[in-house]
């Protein structure tokens, strides 16, 4: 697995995120390389279809649908379709989140997304509950790409963390809820 980690830097001491953006041509087949990396990302298709892997499932995701990956795994993409396709993806280390020290309870919300949980995957389609109150999040995130970070860094902040209650509340709350009734 070792040999799979990319060696693209995704943070720095002062921003502990980055957004990138991948266009694809129709004559491209491989959209993402296979690898993993210690953050979290976000990856969201702006126009066209992929099929994003991730460790042993595969999604195929169409314009608007987004995934978020756990970190620390092994994840690729390909084309669907043949299709252009456009893609963004806001990577972030779990401590972006993490260490805010007036929000001891985030931990609850973070942890199945880090490598030593669960690994927690989540698919957001258009046939997902309260989709578009997730693409309105998810696009308000991936539009503080262009902005200076001092004049948007609480904004961000604060968008991700709004789509981490919302993603909580409306799938991991029901995986708990199952958890419990099995124990």
């Known amino acids: 697995m070792q040999k799979l980690l990319e060696n693209v830097p995704h943070t ?3 921003r502990p ?3 990138h953006t991948t266009v694809q041509t129709e004559a491209m087949e491989q959209l993402l390389y296979v690898h993993w990396h210690p953050e979290i990302e976000i990856i969201y298709v702006e126009s066209g279809a992929m099929e994003l892997h991730i460790e042993n499932n595969s999604y195929p995701l169409r314009q608007g649908e987004f995934v978020i990956i756990p970190a620390a795994r092994i994840h690729y993409g390909k084309s669907l379709g043949g299709s252009a396709c456009t893609f963004r993806a806001f990577l972030f280390s779990p401590n972006y989140l993490l260490n805010v020290q007036s929000f ?3 931990k609850k919300y973070i942890s199945p997304f880090l490598s030593s949980g669960k690994g927690t995957t989540i698919y957001v389609s ?3 509950e309260d989709y578009f109150g997730f693409e309105g999040l998810v696009t308000e995130l991936f539009s503080l790409e262009t902005l200076p970070p001092e004049s948007c860094e609480l904004k961000l902040h604060g968008v991700l963390l709004l ?8 799938f991991l709350v029901k995986e708990e809820e199952t958890y419990d009734k099995k124990a």
């Open 12 to 14: 720095t001491k002062s």
């Open 17 to 19: 995120y980055s957004f």
């Open 163 to 170: 789509l981490w209650q919302k993603l909580y509340n409306t």
């Open 104 to 106: 001891p309870y985030l």
């Open 126 to 128: 258009r046939e997902c």
